[in-house]
């Protein structure tokens, strides 16, 4: 099973809303990975966790907060974002190294 | 960092045609991947392929990691090969992961 599911698929929130993103995989996969896709534009690397550990932070804003509570699970913490911030995020795993899969992703939308 | 380019930008074939994407890489990477991402986001793995040629069905690839490139080949194209491909490498480093602008990609039925 090469599967990896998030949670919500859709999302609307205020700039004032807290919510959370989740995503999960039973591939054994130790590597969890972050992106953020405008429209029209590729994938963008935010957070990758490696063993539970957060082992990239790229440069993302404070209102982000990744969590990876177990080697399954990655949450995505949102806080006071802005309409900027609404976009396609994407969730992937892989080993690591290796091949990495996407889950199918959650449309957030701030307004 | 890494750059990674693909071309054409958009393609626009009939059905049954054939066609080459390419991604050229401006530093050696540990991994890379093409993908296909359908109208609804989602990212369909297509191949592995940090180097070497590889098969499956109507696409094969081939990435030649010494001179940084890489070509993904689609072949008797069909109206549900539409969407976008992007091809994605890792930095020698291990994780961060560069995703080329993608290929647009439109068969006419």
């Known amino acids: 099973d090469t599967e990896v599911t998030q949670t919500p698929k859709h999302l609307v929130m205020g700039m004032t809303n807290k919510k959370s993103l989740k995503c999960e995989q039973h591939?054994?996969?130790?590597?969890m990975y972050w992106y953020k896709q405008k429209a029209k534009k590729p994938p963008e690397l935010m957070f990758v966790?490696?063993?539970?550990?957060?082992?990239i932070n790229e440069s993302v804003p404070s209102r982000f907060s990744p969590e990876c509570p177990n080697s399954s699970l990655l949450n995505l913490h949102l806080h006071a974002l802005q309409p900027e911030d609404s976009a396609l995020y994407l969730c992937?795993?892989?080993?690591?190294?290796?091949?990495?899969?996407f889950g199918p992703g959650t449309r957030l939308t701030v307004t | 960092g890494i750059q990674v380019e693909q071309s054409p930008p958009d393609l626009i074939l009939q059905e049954g045609a054939n066609s080459t994407l390419r991604c050229n890489f401006s530093d050696s990477v540990n991994n890379l991947q093409w993908f296909h991402q359908n109208p609804w986001g989602q990212l369909i793995n297509l191949f592995y392929i940090p180097s070497g040629t590889k098969q499956n069905g109507r696409l094969s690839a081939t990435t030649v990691a010494t001179e940084r490139y890489s070509l993904l080949y689609i072949s008797s194209s069909q109206t549900t090969d539409s969407g976008v491909y992007f091809c994605a490498v890792v930095d020698p480093g291990g994780f961060k992961t560069i995703f080329g602008a993608g290929t647009r990609l439109f068969v006419k039925a």
């Open positions: 591939m054994g996969h130790r590597a």
């Open positions: 966790y490696s063993y539970e550990k957060l082992s």
């Open positions: 992937a795993s892989s080993l690591p190294p290796g091949e990495q899969y």
